[in-house]
């Protein structure tokens, strides 16, 4: 990349292109020659790559670093390698990147550096240390390049170059988007869509490593991560790799802002939380890709869901046993809240705990059956208040809005009929003959009339019970156990909708139960370098009507 100077109509003082501002701190004379130009083809994991020499390294993308060429010729190749498909988990423990510098570095490379680091510290929880005895940190020292710097795609394992200019400097813009790469963010002009939001105008593109950083032959390789930004700090600008003052992309539609390369954007920031802050983590309608939700160690087992505050978004609610506390992580759209006290003084666990809108208030309330009492805490944050009388043990009885009243109601069937409490409140009232008892029964909404129905699956039929007072109707045919099955509306048409896993198809749907075995779109992909959620609570964590799935990570 050539020097620019304020005479440069295409320059911008605050431009940092991955390596390609370089030239503020290179201080080479204009203009320079277009680094790059020496390929290999190297087969890396079973696929062939072509990849650019710089010096003892070979390179992708105009400055991804995938490791020392010799290394890679004789097959050698870190566990976390540069691609997406690599077998180890390439984030750094805890978000914590130790860093060491070299002789080579000059005082305001070092600065440089520091300021970068800070950058990134200011609006993640990415922390920077230096380094003491950590087998794995990045080590900053001089490059070959008069214009260029480099680093690897997230944690590599041992010692890994982060190599400057040649002179041992660069600018803090630019190494702010080269630790970008160091915590795991590739760059967004060669995303997958990119197609979608770009229109590359090749006659402009300088030839070389400029090049190498827009062709598409690693475009399946990175990690995309949300939306496409045209604003982020991983993207390359308009003019750095112009061989003639042009701009080398246009937005699709044309005239759309773009800053890419000037500054870590909002979508850089929520990317790196993805990458370092998923304890749960959330796919919308459970057809999106993972994103991160926040939240705490709590496991799905010790999770349970409801709306307690009344805003039509799914909250997360816990209880300690041993304190006798309550706890709720409200949901705010994008994130959960920090776990705050709902209530205290009441022991039981989530195994004896109920949760519904008992009052029709449209906020959760707690229910418990003790000693043939129910038992009602309002809003979660209510002492216990007397609902009603029932001997039947709590393990046979179901809950759901039979009567569609906005109230939950308490299910129960005896083995001879069933009977419901409207509102938990009423005494049993009779509304169907039936032998089957709860354990062997789901509950939703299958026909979207607003009343919870019953189900059931005998001999690879589904049946059901329109609001637990029809009979019996045929829904569908499956042969796949009702304990492979969960129950929700996933598209949002107020219908409940049936959800199981398939070995071959990923997660799989039934729109209101009925349809047939459909694919969610990314069959709720998981990243190859994240071990899949210990388990699984479902709820509108977004308020948009569609029902998602909340993974817990270990």
């Given amino acids: ?311 039509g978004r799914t909250d997360l609610f816990t209880v300690d046993t041993s304190r006798c506390l309550w706890f709720v992580a409200t949901s705010q759209g994008n994130v959960a809240a920090p776990w705050v006290t709902l209530s205290s003084g009441k022991c039981e666990g989530l195994d004896v705990l109920r949760l519904g809108d008992f009052d029709g208030d449209r906020k959760t309330d707690v229910f418990v059956s003790s000693g043939g009492t129910w038992w009602l805490s309002r809003g979660g944050v209510d002492w216990w208040t007397e609902l009603n009388t029932s001997s039947v043990a709590p393990s046979q009885l179901g809950f759901g809005d039979f009567d569609g009243d906005g109230r939950t109601d308490v299910f129960y069937g005896n083995g001879r009929a069933w009977f419901v409490s409207y509102g938990g409140a009423t005494p049993w009232q009779r509304v169907q003959t039936s032998a089957l008892k709860v354990p062997g029964l789901r509950f939703g909404d299958f026909d979207g009339d607003g009343r919870t129905d019953v189900f059931r699956t005998t001999n690879g039929t589904w049946w059901v019970s329109s609001g637990a007072t029809e009979p019996w109707a045929e829904l569908n045919t499956s042969s796949a156990p009702l304990s492979a099955l969960k129950f929700g509306d996933f598209d949002g048409d107020r219908r409940t909708d049936i959800y199981r896993t398939d070995a071959q198809q990923g997660w799989i749907v039934s729109s209101g139960g009925s349809g047939p075995w459909t694919p969610l779109p990314d069959s709720l992909r998981m990243p190859p370098f994240t071990a899949p959620p210990s388990g699984f609570v479902f709820g509108d964590f977004d308020g948009d009507g569609r029902r998602d799935v909340l993974g817990t990570l270990r």
């Fill in 1 to 311: 990349m050539h020097t620019k100077t304020e005479d440069d109509r295409s320059w911008h003082p605050l431009a940092l292109l991955g390596p390609l501002m370089l030239a503020a701190c290179a201080g080479s004379p204009d203009p320079a020659p277009a680094p790059g130009g020496e390929t290999r083809q190297l087969t890396l994991r079973g696929k062939t790559v072509t990849v650019d020499v710089v010096g003892e390294y070979a390179t992708v993308e105009g400055d991804i670093i995938v490791g020392k060429l010799a290394d890679l010729e004789r097959g050698k190749l870190s566990p976390q390698s540069v691609f997406r498909d690599a077998p180890v988990d390439y984030r750094w423990p805890g978000g914590v990147v130790p860093f060491a510098f070299e002789a080579s570095v000059t005082a305001l490379g070092r600065q440089n550096a520091l300021a970068a680091m800070r950058a990134w510290e200011a609006v993640t929880p990415v922390r920077f240390v230096a380094r003491s005895t950590e087998a794995d940190f990045i080590n900053f020292q001089a490059g070959t390049q008069a214009d260029w710097c480099f680093s690897s795609i997230g944690r590599q394992g041992g010692q890994q170059a982060v190599l400057m200019t040649s002179s041992g400097d660069c600018s803090a813009a630019t190494l702010t988007h080269e630790l970008g790469h160091t915590i795991g963010l590739w760059h967004e002009q060669t995303r997958e869509d990119r197609s979608h939001h770009i229109n590359i105008q090749w006659a402009n593109l300088r030839d070389g490593l400029c090049r190498s950083a827009f062709e598409e032959k690693h475009i399946a390789d990175g990690l995309d991560i949300g939306a496409y930004d045209l604003n982020s700090l991983m993207h390359y600008d308009r003019f750095g790799c112009s061989v003639n003052g042009n701009p080398v992309y246009d937005s699709i539609p044309s005239g759309l802002p773009m800053n890419g390369g000037e500054r870590i954007s909002p979508l850089d920031r929520a990317a790196v939380d993805w990458l370092h802050l998923r304890n749960w983590i959330v796919s919308d309608g459970g057809a999106r890709m993972w994103r991160n939700f926040g939240g705490s160690g709590h496991q799905a087992a010790d999770l349970a869901t409801g709306d307690f505050n009344g805003d």
